[in-house]
């Protein structure tokens, strides 16, 4: 049996909720770095439309992890940096 993952059945709808650990860190990036602001807005995006359409929809899945795997980008450059 596969575990649900929470991004295909509509529970993540931010990535402050896909990093809820790094929370802060994710609104104070959105705040200081319009580049990583817009890659979550599309996030937001791509996980309302998978939320508001075929919930087996494998182009918007698709998108939804290659944005989160960028956000984890952002956020591990950042807090190697620092």
Known sequence: ???INPMR???IRSPED?????????RRLRNDD???D????DFELMAKV?????QNDEAVAESL????????????ARSTAE
């Open 9 to 11: 059945n509509g529970a």
């Open 65 to 76: 992890d290659g944005l989160s795997e960028e956000i984890r980008r952002h956020l591990r």
């Open 38 to 41: 817009e890659i979550c807005h």
């Open 18 to 26: 896909l990093f809820a650990e790094q929370r802060s860190e994710v």
């Open 50 to 54: 998978l939320r508001e359409g075929k």
């Open 34 to 36: 319009p580049v990583f």
């Open 1 to 3: 049996m596969n575990p």
